[in-house]
């Protein structure tokens, strides 16, 4: 598989202080690949520097066959790199249907395409509730569609920062499932996780991080069996 994200040697800096160190890797088209690392270790940072939201960075990343390093945020999301922030950031005063036309980019060849039909199928909960005010929303379902907005967009990949933190059991169960949904849809997943059971259900390849470092790449499977890797940088 041919990969539709490509990271080489990552730099990342707020002010004089280096936060990322020279990361690598690669996610093909159709794989979901967790970033994994505890709190602090740099899961972010990763993502907003991919993302053209850090204007201290160094190294090359490429997307969709473009070069894309030091692109503007927004001219790498028109490409088709969607991107879900930890903080949700919905329009509170806006509709759930008002927040998903704020995310509306046309359709692109090589992605799926994305109405709000097809999301309020992917998201029920939200199709209930396609006339509430964003604000009025528990965080579970803010959670949902600010992933739905981002769809809005027919992103050939898709940045997830922490979709699981904070939320309920039965919601991140629904998470997962979307996320699963996503990549039978052929969507490509960066996904930035601490939760190793859940990223572990999804995740095709586990890249671990800790102090701005690559410190482990290879199969979940690999992941789970290597008991040394798991107890250095994750406490498991």
């Not at 799926?112 to 579970?140: C, H, I, K, V, Y």
């Not at 849809?185 to 800790?210: H, K, M, P, T």
Request: charged share 20%; net charge neutral.
């Amino acid at each position: 598989m041919s990969p539709v994200l490509q990271v080489e040697n990552l730099e990342a800096f707020y002010g004089r202080a280096q936060v990322l160190f020279g990361l690598s890797f690669a996610v093909a088209r159709g794989e979901v690949v967790a970033l994994i690392g505890r709190n602090g270790a740099g899961k972010s940072t990763t993502l907003k520097a991919i993302m053209g939201m850090l204007a201290g960075t160094r190294g090359r990343v490429h997307f969709a066959g473009q070069e894309v390093t030091g692109w503007p945020s927004h001219r790498i999301a028109r490409l088709g790199l969607g991107y879900v922030p930890e903080e949700r950031r919905i329009f509170p005063e806006l509709t759930v249907l008002e927040n998903l036309e704020v995310g509306r980019q046309p359709p692109r060849d090589g992605a799926p395409q994305w109405t709000p039909q097809r999301l309020f199928e992917l998201f029920p909960n939200l199709g209930e509730m396609r006339d509430r005010a964003g604000g009025r929303m528990s965080g579970g379902e803010q959670q949902m569609l600010t992933i739905a907005r981002t769809l809005m967009g027919n992103p050939q990949a898709i940045l997830l920062d922490e979709p699981s933190e904070g939320l309920a059991p039965v919601i991140v169960e629904q998470m997962g499932r979307t996320i699963a949904a996503l990549k039978d849809e052929g969507l490509s997943v960066l996904l930035s996780e601490q939760n190793l059971q859940f990223a572990g259900a999804l995740a095709d390849r586990a890249c671990v991080i800790e102090s701005g470092q690559l410190r482990f790449e290879g199969s979940m499977a690999a992941l789970r069996a290597d008991r040394a890797v798991r107890a250095a940088y994750l406490g498991l």
